[in-house]
């Protein structure tokens, strides 16, 4: 796995864990630290996750790519 999934990863696990806190406690702490969700900060935190998510369709589709190479083998 590359640098780049790594990073998309890690950073699809911290929104994940900002949405629990969000949908058990009503906290949002992305906007806690960056100065509320419509805070420029907030903002490109929440667009730059997105991205992640985006592209973090490809780590799904190529994952099944090796494993069907692999069995070719």
Not at 12 to 22: Q, R, T
Not at 28 to 44: C, K, P, T
Not at 47 to 54: E, I, N, P, R, S
């Amino acid at each position: 796995m590359g640098a780049g999934q790594k990073t998309a990863l890690v950073l699809i696990i911290i929104i994940a864990v900002n949405w629990g806190l969000v949908g058990f406690f009503g906290f949002d702490l992305v906007a806690a630290i960056f100065g509320g969700q419509e805070a420029i900060l907030s903002r490109i935190v929440y667009a730059v996750v997105g991205l992640a998510g985006l592209y973090s369709i490809s780590i799904l589709f190529s994952e099944n790519l090796l494993k069907k190479a692999r069995k070719q083998k």
